[in-house]
């Protein structure tokens, strides 16, 4: 006796063969494209595991360009962070708390960065901190701190490109806290800034968490802003991304070896977001 279909008619054996078929025919129409897309990214990263020399990895990463310039991104993505910590997370809650047209209107400013092309963002930077530029032309008059071309220039470049990055995970992470928890700590007599010490940011940890990893990360391998606005000097705005252009041109396999070290550490910061991101 064949069981009744949805409609009351009884579904037959064919029926029901026609049917899976239809659905092996679907997913592979589907299997095709997502396969090829899938490729398109690792196709790239398989090409640099098989274009490295292993045998002078460790020779070409000691070469006496590489130090300068893994300390230099080492110190400005750690300052770069620390920023996004003190201006990044106090903007992040306000942004979780903020409603109506305004609060749209200045994500939709800080994401601007985002989408932004690296090259133009580094020239916004020299036209509002250059010598003639909007902030940069006072500072310059007034206290004689020149800013662009400067291991300072990196880091305001990385912060202007991390911090969006920072602050949409975060403010994310506080949006999903329980307003009745803020609410309560309030009723009970604890200060705004009390309330985002000790209650908002342990229970957003783990999108601080993420949102530092990312920002960490993008900064890490910003490359456009930095070259445009703070040069690429070695031993003084020369970071890891731009030495690995350099060394393109006269030394490919030590460029290899550098991006190889950038590859290993984006794959350390995917595991590290393993349980919040990556399903």
């Not at 705005?237 to 550490?265: E, F, I, M």
């Amino acid at each position: 006796m064949t069981a009744p279909a949805p409609g009351g008619a009884p579904t037959t054996g064919s029926g029901r063969a026609a049917g899976a078929s239809r659905v092996r025919l679907s997913r592979t129409v589907l299997l095709v494209p997502a396969a090829l897309g899938f490729l398109l990214v690792v196709l790239p990263l398989l090409g640099l595991l098989a274009g490295t020399e292993w045998d002078g990895l460790l020779t070409r990463l000691a070469d006496p360009d590489v130090r300068p310039a893994l300390r230099l991104s080492v110190v400005t993505t750690l300052a770069t962070v620390a920023v996004c910590w003190l201006l990044g997370t106090p903007l992040a809650w306000l942004l979780s708390r903020a409603e109506g047209r305004t609060a749209t209107w200045l994500r939709a400013v800080l994401t601007v960065p985002v989408v932004l092309p690296p090259v133009v963002g580094g020239v916004a930077l020299l036209l509002a901190y250059g010598r003639r530029g909007l902030v940069g032309e006072p500072l310059l008059e007034v206290f004689g701190l020149r800013i662009p071309f400067t291991p300072f220039a990196v880091v305001l470049a990385q912060v202007f490109v991390s911090l969006p990055f920072y602050v949409l995970a975060v403010e994310g992470a506080m949006r999903g806290i329980d307003r009745r928890l803020l609410d309560v700590s309030a009723t009970l007599g604890a200060r705004p800034f009390r309330v985002l010490t000790r209650v908002a940011l342990p229970l957003a940890a783990p999108g601080i968490a993420s949102g530092t990893a990312l920002a960490w990360a993008r900064a890490l391998g910003e490359f456009g802003a930095t070259i445009t606005f703070a040069g690429n000097f070695a031993g003084e705005t020369q970071t890891t991304s731009l030495l690995v252009y350099v060394k393109l041109q006269d030394d490919p396999q030590t460029a290899v070896a550098l991006s190889l070290l950038l590859l290993v550490v984006a794959v350390a910061v995917l595991g590290l977001l393993r349980g919040r991101w990556v399903r």
